[in-house]
């Protein structure tokens, strides 16, 4: 697993700003209202080639305050998952007494600290910086998250204090799975059937499940690691400490697999929030295939399984690709039907395809439905190569890299998909201006 850097501090700090800096994109929300980072934001940053999670909470408040309970669950439970924690302090506002109540609560977490004394803009504010080390850290380095100084300092020290960090290597050949789905959908019940023994505690209390395990086993000749997660919840819904802790794992463990089994309810039905976890594993570019529960459960006719797949087609309409199981973990009725869509999902997920191949049917769907005019270009796609798999990934050499309209965009991934078996996985096309 990788290590993990918690971004902890009063609201208002620049948090979500060194977060955005870190991980090289503007994915936290930043606002001058304090609080108005809620929930905490997971990204990855890399520095001296080492790789590494990150964590932007919200502030801690000693007192009442908007969100208080909230934020500071926030801030313990990132704590206690990091590796190194980064303690943002305010230049401008100078050493206040909350700054003080949020180190003693550092202290009790007994990891490496660096105290980063933010908006240190100019020299005279950058020479104040010197009174936090009242706050008894070792390492406390003033940067400006606004204009990006002291970031390469910032950084060294932080994978400096990482120690001997490795993450778990599997052969080339282990498919990794993962099992996701909302909290009391089974999933445990589902490691435990997949495995043939009780290997993960079940119970039908919500919330059992609070770790990610991994666990390997042998079927057919293949070897697999599979991970049983926690239960996810849509952001702003999981206030319980154990969820907020949950949440982090089961995230780690998306990003760590190939293939996700997102488990649906055939009791409960499909919520909104089975369409945010399918989106965590899109986002995360994994392969998936779902799994609908306690099929044995309900009653059924002679088209129940056709209607659960129109259900699913229409509620998961970013996802027609994906395979579907029908199945009782408890049981283990239908359970055999799993693997081979475990499987078909990822060799699609690893399938490679001949660059004179890929430009033949991107050039045939051009010539069947020529692109219109977008932001005043058309576009052209003058070349066309596979440069990863896991997920499928092919660059298009192009005139223009903004004249491809979304709608064009789906249309060419529809006909690669009509013309090569990648169900079950996603496929990224990137746009490259040709030199």
């Known amino acids: 697993m990788l290590p993990t850097v918690a971004i902890v501090g009063r609201p208002n700090v620049g948090k979500s700003t060194i977060f955005n800096r870190i991980v090289g994109e503007r994915k936290a929300i930043t606002n001058d209202m304090p609080g108005a980072t809620r929930d905490r934001i997971y990204g990855k940053g890399t520095w001296l080639g080492k790789t590494f999670s990150v964590i932007d909470t919200g502030g801690i408040e000693i007192g009442d305050a908007p969100f208080l309970s909230t934020i500071?669950?926030?801030?313990?439970?990132?704590?206690?998952?990091?590796?190194?924690?980064?303690?943002?302090?305010?230049?401008?506002?100078?050493?206040?007494?909350?700054?003080?109540?949020?180190?003693?609560?550092?202290?009790?977490?007994?990891?490496?600290?660096?105290?980063?004394?933010?908006?240190?803009d100019n020299e005279s504010i950058r020479q104040r910086?010197?009174?936090?080390?009242?706050?008894?850290?070792?390492?406390?380095?003033?940067?400006?998250?606004?204009?990006?100084?002291?970031?390469?300092?910032?950084?060294?020290?932080?994978?400096?204090?990482?120690?001997?960090?490795?993450?778990?290597?599997?052969?080339?050949?282990?498919i990794r799975l993962s099992v996701i789905?909302?909290?009391?959908?089974?999933?445990?019940?589902?490691?435990?059937?997949?495995?043939?023994?009780?290997?993960?505690?079940?119970?039908?209390i919500q919330g059992t499940t609070t770790d990610a395990i991994d666990t390997s086993f042998t079927k057919d000749d293949q070897?697999?690691?599979?991970?049983?997660?926690?239960?996810?919840?849509?952001?702003?819904?999981?206030?319980?400490?154990?969820?907020?802790?949950?949440?982090?794992?089961?995230?780690?463990?998306?990003?760590?697999?190939?293939?996700?089994?997102?488990?649906?309810?055939?009791?409960?039905?499909?919520?909104?929030?089975d369409k945010h976890i399918a989106g965590y594993a899109l986002e995360n570019?994994?392969?998936?295939?779902?799994?609908?529960?306690?099929?044995d459960a309900i009653e059924k006719a002679t088209n129940t399984i056709h209607e659960w797949t129109t259900k699913i087609r229409q509620e998961f309409q970013f996802l027609p690709y994906i395979e579907i199981a029908f199945l009782s973990a408890t049981t283990k009725a239908r359970i055999n039907t799993l693997f081979p869509l475990i499987?078909?999902?990822y060799h699609n997920y690893q399938r490679r395809i001949q660059t004179s191949a890929l430009n033949e049917v991107i050039s045939e769907a051009m010539?069947?439905?020529?692109?219109?005019?977008?932001?005043?270009?058309?576009?052209?796609?003058?070349?066309?190569?596979?440069?990863?798999?896991?997920?499928?990934?092919?660059?298009?050499?192009?005139?223009?890299?903004?004249?491809?309209?979304?709608?064009?965009y789906r249309y060419l991934e529809n006909r690669i998909r009509e013309r090569f078996d990648f169900t079950g996985t996603p496929i990224k096309m990137i746009l490259r201006n040709r030199e």
């Open 343 to 345: 499987e078909k999902s």
């Open 223 to 273: 070897d697999y690691v599979i991970v049983d997660t926690a239960g996810l919840r849509k952001r702003g819904k999981a206030f319980e400490s154990v969820e907020k802790y949950s949440t982090l794992r089961a995230m780690q463990a998306i990003e760590r697999s190939d293939v996700c089994l997102l488990v649906l309810d055939a009791l409960d039905g499909i919520n909104e929030t």
């Open 72 to 120: 500071k669950a926030q801030a313990e439970i990132a704590i206690i998952e990091s590796t190194v924690i980064v303690f943002v302090v305010d230049g401008m506002s100078g050493l206040l007494p909350d700054d003080y109540e949020i180190m003693r609560l550092l202290f009790s977490a007994n990891k490496p600290t660096i105290v980063a004394v933010n908006k240190t």
């Open 181 to 204: 789905g909302r909290p009391n959908v089974g999933k445990s019940s589902l490691t435990n059937a997949i495995l043939g023994y009780e290997r993960v505690i079940t119970s039908s």
């Open 285 to 295: 570019e994994k392969a998936m295939v779902f799994v609908v529960n306690k099929y």
């Open 367 to 408: 010539l069947i439905n020529p692109p219109k005019e977008h932001n005043q270009a058309t576009i052209k796609v003058y070349y066309a190569t596979q440069v990863k798999s896991k997920c499928p990934t092919f660059v298009l050499f192009v005139n223009n890299t903004n004249s491809l309209h979304f709608s064009y």
């Open 129 to 174: 910086y010197y009174e936090f080390f009242e706050l008894g850290a070792e390492d406390v380095l003033p940067i400006s998250a606004a204009h990006g100084i002291g970031f390469g300092d910032l950084l060294d020290k932080v994978v400096s204090l990482f120690g001997e960090y490795e993450e778990v290597e599997y052969p080339e050949s282990t």
